[in-house]
Nanobody, 121 residues
């Protein structure tokens, strides 16, 4: 099996920064796209940012210019640097990864348990 463990959430004032990390472990052959999603109370889970194995990135319009995503393939880790945080960024942030567990398998989706980010005035 594959486990994703997030860290780095917390409380921050508007305009502040946080860095989320997500480490994948377990039976991993290759990790394809990795991404961050978030879910605010009463809202659907939404994609925030994603990065391919080769480093191509994509962002939701709401975070463009404020968030960056990066990964370290040697460490099976993806990061989300969040700057200029706003109250509307408050949500549980989830790590997602497409993982092949052996050379003949396709990618399966795995999720972390989530980490809370709260931006308060």
């Amino acid at each position: 099996q594959v486990q994703l463990v997030e860290s780095g959430g917390g409380l921050v004032q508007p305009g502040g920064s946080l860095r989320l990390s997500c480490v994948a472990s377990g039976s991993i052959f290759t990790i394809y796209t990795m991404g961050w999603y978030r879910q605010a109370p009463g809202k659907q889970r939404e994609l925030v940012a994603a990065i391919s194995r080769g480093g191509t990135t994509g962002f939701s319009d709401s975070v463009k210019g404020r968030f960056t995503i990066s990964r370290d393939n040697a460490k099976n880790t993806v990061y989300l640097q969040m700057n200029s945080l706003k109250p509307e960024d408050t949500a549980v942030y989830y790590c997602n990864a497409g993982v092949a567990i052996h050379s003949g398998s396709g990618a399966q989706d795995y999720w972390g348990q989530g980490t809370q980010v709260t931006v308060f005035s």
